[in-house]
């Protein structure tokens, strides 16, 4: 599909539409060895060789990012108070538009997936989609069969809401707390502290690990991101 140049740079991260204008008249910008000096002239993205300053330009449609959310910072694309996961987002990834698809608790920490893909997101976060989430949970209080059979039948919480079935399996003692797995197919508010809540029981800290079949990067430190490559998207989060 033809594309205007400008907006073209604009979507990949490389520049503004006013600096795309500047790249331009400066013969800075080069589509299948011509150089382009309007920025308005439409050229296709995904069949055209195209050079900015000196360098190739590989061109995305979308873009897929996997962070490692640190505590405090908040699942969104903009707060007038606090750090988002987009402010994190280092500039060689930054694009126009993108967002959390899905969100993370401010003291929640974790797989957080970052896009400007809506329709995936909406793929990805619908129920009907039942896309698992993995989380880690270290939890207060007496954490034993009765609660394990209790999130397999299905949590009522405080305000009568009933959960779907989720899956809890305890894996062991971490200092005075129980370390535990927890996969879940929806996402309702606070929904895991909801639970243990439900069940007598405090969670102490909380820690997103898998999205569908993708696992948090380990070599992602808290803030980092990188690119989700489109073989890992396919194998583990589209159908």
């Given at each position: 599909m033809l594309q205007r140049i400008d907006k073209i740079l604009s979507s990949q991260g490389?520049?503004?539409?006013?600096?795309?204008?500047?790249?331009?008249?400066?013969?800075?910008v080069i589509v299948d060895g011509i150089a382009v000096v309007k920025p308005e002239q439409k050229v296709d993205p995904e069949h055209s060789n195209l050079v900015v300053s000196g360098?190739?330009?590989?061109?995305r449609r979308h873009l897929y990012l996997?962070?490692?959310?640190?505590?405090?910072v908040v699942s969104a694309s903009r707060d007038p108070n606090t750090p988002t996961v987009v402010d994190l987002v280092p500039e060689h990834l930054k694009?126009?538009?993108?967002?959390?698809?899905?969100?993370?608790?401010?003291?929640?920490?974790?797989?957080?997936?970052?896009t400007d893909d809506g329709e995936?997101?909406?793929?990805?976060?619908?129920?009907?989609?039942?896309?698992?989430?993995?989380?880690?949970?270290?939890?207060?209080?007496?954490v034993d069969e009765r609660v394990v059979q209790a999130f397999q039948q299905g949590i009522v919480l405080a305000d009568g809401s009933r959960c779907k079935s989720a899956s809890l399996r305890i894996i062991g003692q971490q200092g005075n707390h129980i370390l535990t797995e927890v996969i879940l197919h929806e996402g309702m508010y606070h929904q895991i502290k909801r639970m243990f809540a439900a069940?007598?029981?405090?969670?102490?800290?909380l820690h997103r690990l898998k999205i569908g079949g993708l696992t948090l990067d380990e070599?992602?430190?808290?803030?980092?991101?990188?690119?989700?490559l489109y073989k890992e998207l396919k194998e583990n989060l589209t159908h």
């Amino acid at each position: 599909m033809l594309q205007r140049i400008d907006k073209i740079l604009s979507s990949q991260g490389i520049c503004t539409r006013k600096q795309a204008k500047q790249l331009c008249k400066a013969g800075q910008v080069i589509v299948d060895g011509i150089a382009v000096v309007k920025p308005e002239q439409k050229v296709d993205p995904e069949h055209s060789n195209l050079v900015v300053s000196g360098k190739p330009v590989l061109f995305r449609r979308h873009l897929y990012l996997m962070m490692n959310k640190p505590q405090g910072v908040v699942s969104a694309s903009r707060d007038p108070n606090t750090p988002t996961v987009v402010d994190l987002v280092p500039e060689h990834l930054k694009r126009q538009g993108l967002f959390p698809a899905g969100r993370l608790d401010k003291d929640t920490t974790g797989f957080v997936l970052l896009t400007d893909d809506g329709e995936f997101a909406h793929k990805i976060l619908s129920p009907k989609n039942h896309v698992p989430k993995t989380y880690l949970a270290s939890v207060s209080g007496k954490v034993d069969e009765r609660v394990v059979q209790a999130f397999q039948q299905g949590i009522v919480l405080a305000d009568g809401s009933r959960c779907k079935s989720a899956s809890l399996r305890i894996i062991g003692q971490q200092g005075n707390h129980i370390l535990t797995e927890v996969i879940l197919h929806e996402g309702m508010y606070h929904q895991i502290k909801r639970m243990f809540a439900a069940c007598g029981c405090h969670v102490e800290t909380l820690h997103r690990l898998k999205i569908g079949g993708l696992t948090l990067d380990e070599n992602l430190a808290p803030g980092e991101c990188r690119e989700i490559l489109y073989k890992e998207l396919k194998e583990n989060l589209t159908h």
